[in-house]
T-cell receptor, first 111, second 115 residues
Framework: RKEVEQDPGPFNVPEGATVAFNCTYS??????FFWYRQDCRKEPKLLMSVYSSGNEDGRFTAQLNRASQYISLLIRDSKLSDSATYLCVVEVNTGGFKTIFGAGTRLFVKA | ETGVTQTPRHLVMGMTNKKSLKCEQHLGHNAMYWYKQSAKKPLELMFVYNFKEQTENNSVPSRFSPECPNSSHLFLHLHTLQPEDSALYLC??????????????FGQGTRLTVV
């Protein structure tokens, strides 16, 4: 089983749609969680951290379910500029901190 | 403009060549990383340096040799690579590697092709 698993997509949605990505992780020692965004041929950049209580940043909402070991990202009112790959990232504390990236979910938002 | 700069952006090398990738960060960070990103695969962490000391080497073949002369610079020396080593090599930095919630800042990567 992969340590961090994501649906690779691609997700093809029209502008204005709501889209949700899920991510599951296998290590119960996972401590911190993030969503990164990677545009085509660009480097990954932090989109948002994911907190236990859930958090929102504009049109983006992140949720964490520790019991089921999954993280979600909800994008409301999709824009063309949201087209990118969304990487689920988990930080595991195993005596030292280890950062594990998912393979990413590709999103295409079309006019 | 990124605080992490990688050179070169593109590199084509033969299997018998020796080349080096360079990474420089201007963020005052103490941890630096090399990642490999192959098509449709997760980022693979290769090496971690924390305060100039190598703290992780994730079973990377010896044909990849990192060097960290100071907290701002990181190199990846390449020799006798294989075609399957062709990938995007990303450098990243973070404040340090001693605590959680560590945001990583990435360079734009070096697109390496081994022929």
């Amino acid at each position: 089983r992969k340590e961090v698993e994501q649906d690779p997509g691609p997700f093809n949605v029209p502008e204005g749609a709501t889209v949700a990505f899920n991510c599951t992780y296998s290590n119960s020692a996972s401590q911190s969680f993030f969503w990164y965004r990677q545009d085509c041929r660009k480097e990954p950049k932090l989109l948002m951290s994911v907190y236990s209580s859930g958090n929102e940043d504009g049109r983006f909402t992140a949720q964490l379910n520790r019991a089921s070991q999954y993280i979600s990202l909800l994008i409301r009112d999709s824009k063309l500029s949201d087209s990118a790959t969304y990487l689920c990232v988990v930080e595991v504390n195993t005596g030292g901190f280890k950062t594990i990236f998912g393979a990413g979910t590709r999103l295409f938002v079309k006019a | 403009e990124t605080g992490v700069t990688q050179t070169p952006r593109h590199l084509v090398m033969g299997m018998t060549n020796k080349k080096s990738l360079k990474c420089e960060q201007h963020l005052g960070h103490n941890a630096m990383y090399w990642y490999k990103q192959s098509a449709k695969k997760p980022l693979e962490l290769m090496f971690v340096y924390n305060f100039k000391e190598q703290t992780e080497n994730n079973s990377v073949p010896s044909r990849f040799s990192p060097e960290c002369p100071n907290s701002s610079h990181l190199f990846l020396h390449l020799h006798t690579l294989q075609p399957e080593d062709s990938a995007l090599y990303l450098c990243a930095s973070s404040q340090d590697r001693t605590g959680p919630n560590t945001e990583a800042f990435f360079g734009q990567g070096t697109r390496l092709t081994v022929v």
